[in-house]
């Protein structure tokens, strides 16, 4: 009869601490569950599962996050780069000038690449730079500004907490909104600016940049893209150092030829 | 308190004598060493938070394998080596003995801890990154969830007295206090009541590591402002105290 009014006592020990005590993050509250969102990438689905239960959600969020660049920094050979009906060959899709015009061509190329976002944002809701990351290259690279909406909005749910710092990321990532509605609308010089917002605000992904850059010299704006160029020189980044050199070389032409 | 400083201690040397310990802590090494080759895929893009969470996470992992099968080996080779009634046939007790034993557990947990984590600092160092103070609390979490784990093992494996069995009760706890908040949207969508009030039983039961889970958002000012390491400690101390008293209470009776 002692064992068992011990036992009830530390049950009732347990039940209490766990009703006082309640989680105090809240992180992990519904909104953030995995049964809701539901993993996107079957293939990664054991992966991500046993990292989920074993408590290693970020780590696993970290290897999410280098499949996806490996992913979009892949060929993707069984998609073309199409634009407007006409779809280009593989070794034009990669040609070293190629991101300076993607911004033309390949909507349907890296079909999945929202997926990749997604999972990696299903398991770390708070992983502020995929969503910068992720919407800037749906909504400028791949052309799929609807997919970047998609994502943003996923992005403003998880990190609705920081609503109140008006330096946040969720305050980040509506600028990224306002800049796609630009585009959609096609006033294209509010957008730019609102680009422009985005990169001195020190929170975007070198790409954000890049695309500014480019956008700039589209528009005729060779001083600040070459700003930016030389910028994106100085941070080193391999995946921008050569075309920084080359685009810093052809824009100090162009604004020769200007004067 | 002589006796449980001298079990404790001998404990301890036992553990890190181990060949086992050895092979898990150079495994653990060449684990977070693979942070700094993630680093490397990942480029440019968040290479810091990489390694920082990979080194963090292999930490955790590392001393959650140690725990368990430290806790349950230790005991039972005791019990085999019939070293258990030289320490037994001497004035301490069976509560000092499972007491001694468990915080040579947790000491072996602190050295691995400390040795670990200066290794991965070190990393973070070559790389010319740097910690912020939440990084120790992270750790000091990591070992605040072991205290309980190890508790747990310790009861698991005196009240069942099998390897294999204490190891897998040890692991499903770990994994259903990851999945507390999971667990309670599972209970909201049962409509039997018998099995809804059965689970929710079982959730205020178990322990609910997500509530010691610092890692998962220590780079967050937001919700670490939320966090409060006394509660946290608080958590740990009844859980590991529970867990405590019920494996001197049943070691009590027990014949060995």
Known sequence: ?259 | MENLFKISFFSLKENLKTKLYLVFLLFSFALIFIGLLLTGLSGFEQPQRVLLNTGIAMIELFCLILVLLNSVELFLQDVETKSIYIVLSKPISRTKYVLGKYFGMLLTVIVSIFIMSIFHLLLIKISKWYVSKEYFFTIFCIFLKMCIVSSITLFAVVSMTSRSVAAIVSTLLWIAGHFTNELMFIIKKIKVDVVKYFFKFFYYIIPNFQLLNLKDFFDNQYFVSQFSLLKALLYTCVYSSVFLFLTCFVFKDKDL
């Open chain 1, 1 to 259: 009869m002692r064992k068992i009014f011990i036992c009830l006592f530390l049950v009732i020990v347990l039940i209490f601490i766990n009703l006082v005590i309640k989680n105090p993050v809240g992180l992990y509250d519904e909104k953030y569950s995995i049964f809701i969102h539901r993993l996107p990438l079957e293939k990664y689905f054991v992966v991500d599962s046993v990292g989920f239960i074993l408590g290693l959600r970020k780590f696993v969020s970290d290897i999410a996050w280098i499949q996806l660049l490996q992913y979009y920094g892949g060929s993707a050979p069984e998609e073309h780069c199409c634009s407007e009906g006409i779809c280009f060959t593989e070794d034009v899709c990669h040609a070293e000038d190629y991101f300076e015009h993607i911004t033309k061509i390949q909507p349907g190329k890296y079909k999945r690449f929202i997926d990749y976002c997604r999972r990696v944002v299903i398991l770390d809701p708070l992983y502020s730079y995929v969503y910068f990351y992720g919407v800037g290259s749906l909504a400028w690279n791949l052309e799929r500004p609807d997919e970047a909406l998609e994502l943003v909005d996923i992005g403003l749910r998880n990190l609705e907490f920081q609503k109140e710092d008006a330096n946040s990321d969720y305050w980040e990532l509506v600028k990224y909104q306002q800049a796609i509605y630009y585009k959609l609308g096609g006033k294209y010089l509010e957008m730019i600016d609102k680009l422009k917002e985005i990169v001195d605000a020190g929170k975007a992904p070198n790409m954000v940049k890049a695309i500014l850059a480019n956008l700039y010299k589209k528009y005729g704006r060779y001083e600040e893209a070459l700003l930016i160029w030389e910028e994106l020189l100085l941070s080193g980044d391999p995946e921008y150092v050569e075309r920084a050199k080359k685009q810093i070389l052809q824009l100090k032409k162009l604004i020769e030829q200007k004067i």
